[in-house]
């Protein structure tokens, strides 16, 4: 099982960034997928989910209304629009696969991350 | 919001138990999951389901939950598990994946 994400670097407050996530060694579309932040020295803070179908999505409050979690089954890949962005948002962002199809569960491999920083 | 407390550290001797709780309103009705981060690395799953190990994963590691608080029990600790520690569970009424704020586990 391989998670690769790509899609991190500098960008200005109120800019955009898009991550992606190229998912292999398993079978994408039966699984729900999250994307998880960490800032260095800090926990990790779940940003988004998104069921095996996409017929759920979920938000941290933090970033709902400016990021928005998809998928492409056809490419194995997940994705994480970033709009709005605030310096706080500055972090490692990984890709992680959920054990389960739907609702939220243990997150059992997970990439190495792409690190976001916004900063003007 | 749901929130996991955790003890922020934890020291042990090689060859000891070591005991990580993490704390919740009601936490013994919620499946529990545990991980641990070693520096400049992902977090790995230790436990899953309050008490299951995935494939590959000691069982000197296990976990149980009750009422108010999660334990992670690690058996005969060794030097490498020295790392930090997460629970994590899924709080239904808010929907959102919720994370307690880490315990580091130091080895004498």
């Known amino acids: 099982v391989q998670l690769v994400e790509s899609g991190g670097g500098l960008a200005q407050p109120g800019r955009s960034l898009r991550l992606s996530c190229v998912t292999s060694?398993?079978?994408?579309?039966?699984?729900?997928m999250h994307w998880v932040r960490q800032v260095p020295g800090k926990g990790p803070e779940w940003v988004a989910g998104?069921?095996?179908?996409?017929?759920?999505?979920g938000y941290a409050d933090s970033v709902k209304g400016r990021f928005t979690i998809s998928r492409d089954h056809a490419e194995k890949s997940l994705y994480l629009q970033m709009n709005s962005l605030k310096p706080e948002d500055t972090a490692f962002y990984y890709c992680?696969?959920?054990?389960?199809?739907?609702?939220?569960?243990?997150?059992?491999?997970w990439g190495q991350g792409t690190l976001v920083t916004v900063s003007s | 919001s749901y929130i996991l407390t955790q003890t922020p550290s934890v020291s042990v001797a090689p060859g000891q138990t070591a005991r990580i709780t993490c704390g919740g309103n009601?936490?013994?009705?919620?499946?529990v999951h545990w991980y641990h981060q070693k520096p400049g690395q992902a977090p790995l799953l230790v436990v899953y389901?309050?008490?299951d190990r995935p494939s590959g994963i000691p069982e000197r590691f296990s976990g149980s939950n009750s009422g108010n608080a999660a334990t992670l029990t690690i058996s005969r600790v060794e030097a490498g598990d020295e790392a930090d520690y997460y629970c994590?569970?899924?709080?239904?009424?808010?929907?959102?994946?919720?994370f307690g704020g880490g315990t580091k586990l130091t080895v004498l």
């Open positions: 994590q569970v899924w709080d239904t009424s808010s929907g959102h994946v919720v």
């Open positions: 060694g398993f079978t994408f579309e039966n699984y729900a």
């Open positions: 992680a696969k959920d054990l389960n199809s739907s609702g939220w569960s243990g997150l059992d491999c």
């Open positions: 009601n936490i013994g009705h919620k499946n």
């Open positions: 389901d309050d008490s």
């Open positions: 998104i069921t095996w179908n996409s017929g759920t999505r």
